[in-house]
Each structure stands twice: as structure tokens, then as C-alpha cells.
């Protein structure tokens, strides 16, 4: 049986242990478990005790490692433990650029390990819904041909993946969705309805679709689960953190830890990104706007709807 090694006992790298954990054997590491077989974050969900819990990463020794770590801790995490990660798989799930380096997760992580066979795990999912065992389709990316042999390994009867090479696209579908699902809950929270956030939603995807293919990536890949798929749910429902602080936004409420949402980050990235490469993304520079606190949500509807007229 393959052995699996889950680097960030978060909710999702919970989840995946638990996902994981009847098929695999399983060891699950973070710097603190002191809640033991129930993670807080996933109230009601148990870790099965085959999986082995463990704050010493000397004990992270698998032929797979997932990193399941935030993408604007995970440069930090490599330049201390690289050397951890030698020549094997490692498949990061963080859906972000890095806002120092405006540098990809598997670019981060091939600088920092070149002789591992680096994959991302990406798609609509929920943590709550992996530990429970509901169907999820995701996608496992790895540009190097190990796709097959990770996505046999990490597929479970409730979790169906499907694998490609663009490794670029699945990425950059999951960290500009994010973007956007922070517009749409904006225009939720401040009360523009529902046609505004399908509006939104739809220009939203040609940005990320402009922007991608920009950067290197296949329009495909943006219309598949790491792009469109995840898109939909996280701007339509409350579980998405990303949906929750645009909504708060919105409607001029407080959120905790909106520093950590990912498409913060993420929006104050593409701004600097997408000019050097001469892509208009108005909605992505709108909801960096907002994030920042230099814009408020009727100047931002202002600036989108006097835009000049154009084709679709």
C-alpha cells in the first residue's frame, strides 16, 4: 500500500487524510495537533486512528507528499525544509501566487526541490464535503508524465480525479477564481443581486481565461474543474471564505482574518502581473481596490459600468 504524507492539518489537508486514510496509509503533520482525532475546523468529522498524527516532520517519510499548505506560507515552509522533499512526488493544493515573488506554487516548489516530480492537486471542493465522503472530481496536473501513476494513487471511490499536463492552467484556474468570487460576493453584500453577480462571474472568466493564456496556459484548462468548475461553487455558495469576505466587503462588515484569504493575495498579485503583460482585468483590479481599502463598492460599480462599450 502507497504511503501518503500530508504536509498542513488545516481543514483540506484534514480532509484529504481522512479522504485518503481507508485506501492509503496516511501520515498527517501540523505544528500543533493538540486537538487530536477531531480537527476543530471540521466539527464531527474523526480521524480514523490508522492515521498517523504527528508534529515532528523527521516522521514525514512517504513516497507522496502533499503539501496542504496556504500559498503565501508556502515559500516560507520551503526555504526551511526543502532539503524534506529530496526526489519525490510532491503535489501542493495551494490556490494562490506568491505575492513577494509573483511566482506560481510549483514554481516555488521546483526551485526549491529540483529533483521532485512536482503536481498540483486543484478543482471545486470544499473540505467538509471530502471528509464526508460526498463525490468531488478534481484535477491532478504534473507536466512530466507522472499524472497517471498520482492520479491512480490518490483516487478514492468518492474522489474522482482527472489528470492533465497543463500544470500552468490548473494553477492559475485556481488561484484567479478566488478573485472573483470575492467580486461576487461584493455585489451579494451590497445588495446589486443576483444579475449582477452573474455579470460578474462571466466577465470574471474571460479575465482569468486572458490572463492564463497569457501566461502560458491552455483555454481548456480554464474551462474544465480547475477553472470554471471551481469558479461556480466558490461564487455561489457561503462555505467559500473567499465568497464570505467579498460579501462582507459589500455590505461593510467586519471579517476575521481577511488577510488570509487566499484571493486577497491573490487580486493584489494579478495587479502587478497583468499590466506587464498588457491583459485588461478590470474586475480582478476592482477587487484589489477593494481589498486594499482604496476603493469602496459604488466606486467600483461607477468604474465597471462607465467602461467604453464594447463586443463581447
Known amino acids: 500500500m502507497s504511503r501518503v504524507a500530508i504536509i498542513g492539518a488545516g481543514a483540506f489537508g484534514t480532509a484529504l487524510a481522512v479522504a485518503l486514510s481507508p485506501h492509503r496509509n496516511v501520515t498527517l503533520w501540523g505544528r500543533r495537533i493538540g486537538w487530536q482525532r477531531e480537527n476543530p475546523r471540521l466539527p464531527g468529522v474523526r480521524l480514523p486512528e490508522n492515521i498517523t498524527l504527528t508534529e515532528d516532520l523527521a516522521q514525514v517519510g512517504a513516497e507522496i507528499v502533499i503539501l496542504a499548505l496556504p500559498a503565501q506560507a508556502l515559500r516560507g515552509f520551503l526555504d526551511r525544509h526543502a532539503t524534506l522533499l529530496g526526489d519525490r512526488a510532491v503535489v501542493n493544493t495551494a490556490k494562490g501566487i506568491d505575492l513577494e515573488t509573483l511566482e506560481s506554487p510549483s514554481d516555488l516548489i521546483s526551485a526549491a526541490a529540483p529533483g521532485a516530480v512536482v503536481a498540483t492537486l486543484t478543482g471545486p471542493s470544499f473540505a467538509a464535503d471530502i471528509a464526508r465522503g460526498l463525490p468531488t472530481a478534481l484535477t491532478l496536473a504534473c507536466a512530466d508524465g507522472s499524472a497517471s501513476r498520482l492520479q491512480e494513487t490518490l483516487s478514492t471511490p468518492a474522489l474522482r480525479l482527472y489528470r492533465t499536463d497543463d500544470l500552468r492552467g490548473a494553477e492559475l484556474g485556481g488561484a484567479l ?63 467559500s471564505r473567499n465568497f464570505r469576505l467579498g460579501r462582507a466587503l459589500g455590505a461593510a462588515e467586519p471579517f476575521d482574518d481577511a488577510l488570509t484569504v487566499e484571493g486577497a493575495a491573490t487580486a493584489r498579485a494579478v495587479s502587478r502581473i ?39
Open 177 to 239: 477564481k478566488n478573485v472573483i468570487a470575492i467580486a461576487a460576493g461584493a455585489a451579494i453584500g451590497a445588495g446589486l443581486g443576483d444579475s449582477a453577480r452573474a455579470a460578474l462571474v462571466t466577465r470574471g472568466f474571460a479575465e482569468m481565461s486572458r490572463l492564463a493564456t497569457a501566461m502560458g496556459a491552455r483555454a481548456d484548462t480554464l474551462s474544465g474543474l480547475s477553472g470554471l468548475g471551481d469558479l461556480v461553487l466558490t461564487c455561489t455558495s457561503d462555505l
Open 274 to 312: 497583468a499590466p506587464k503583460l498588457g491583459v485588461a482585468m478590470p474586475v480582478s483590479e476592482a477587487v484589489a481596490g477593494l481589498v486594499s481599502g482604496n476603493l469602496g463598492v459604488q466606486e467600483v460599480v461607477s468604474t465597471l459600468m462607465e467602461r467604453p462599450l464594447k463586443e463581447e
